[in-house]
């Protein structure tokens, strides 16, 4: 008898019962006989698989009873605030996915640690300036923290200083160790226009200067008008000098900044100018002093 690929054979019934394969014997009378065939079942090994500690994670599959030579792919999925740090056992391995070759009984472990935290503080820069959220907290490393500064009435965000330095609101990073912030602001200044007159009794110029909220202490082009070169002597003319800049206007909002407008001008074909302010349409809370 010979058996198929995945059989076996058990043995002889019939008019002759016996094991034996090949079977002799001396036939004497008709004869019946079967060959009897089991199908082979192959070898089976236990893989046995746990999470060390049981928080940390979880593994998948658990276990089980597989085959000879069969290979199984088992990986570790560390749980929130954890981290996979390797696999002990009859497989040793820092992949958090692995695959087995069954030949034998098998035990894995898949190893965590818990991951570090850290703790955020966040000041106001002056504590009237405005409010900030979240103003702490305990935050695992790794996670993305996201700040956001809210300026009080009559004052403006500034920007960060401290472990973080951006003017970004909101402000977000990635919290890798114990982080200092300070959110600053400063007040917004007083918004105001006025306008300045220069006649020489033949040609007439006039001028605006004056803050707006939201300007900063540059150049900016939502205010400023740069003025164009000098004219050629003799020529009427005037504009405004400031941090350098020739300009026909100039708007700044910087609170604790001293403004200087420096008026430039040319007589023109006369020997001398009138100044003239005019504060009709002015509500500027304070004192201007023409030098």
Known sequence: ATASEGWSFV??????????????????????????????????YDLTVSANP????SVDPSGGTFNEGEEVTVEATAAEGWQFTGWTGDIESDQNSVTVTMSSDKSLTANFT?????????????TEG??????DGTFVEGDEVTVEADAADGWSFTGWEGDQTSDANPLSFTI????????????????????IELSN?????TLTFGKASGATAGFEDNYDEEAPPTPPAGSFYANFRID???????????????????????MGERNS???????????????????
């Open 11 to 44: 043995g002889w019934s019939g008019d002759q019962e016996s094991d034996e394969n090949p079977l002799t014997f001396t036939i004497d009378s008709n004869t019946e006989l079967t060959a009897n065939f089991e199908e082979e079942q192959p070898q089976q």
């Open 54 to 57: 049981s928080e940390g994670g």
């Open 114 to 126: 818990e991951k570090p935290k850290y703790d955020l503080s966040v000041t106001l820069d002056p």
């Open 130 to 135: 405005g409010s900030v959220t979240p103003s």
């Open 176 to 195: 890798n160790s114990d982080t200092d912030l300070t959110a600053t602001f400063s007040e917004t200044a007083q918004s105001y226009s006025n306008t």
């Open 201 to 205: 009794g033949l040609y007439t110029e």
């Open 244 to 266: 350098g800049y020739n300009l026909f206007e100039d708007f700044r909002a910087v609170q604790d900044q001293r403004t200087v407008w420096e008026l430039n001008f040319g």
């Open 273 to 291: 100018v009138t100044l003239s302010w005019d504060f009709s349409q002015s509500d500027y809370v304070g004192s201007l002093t023409l030098v």
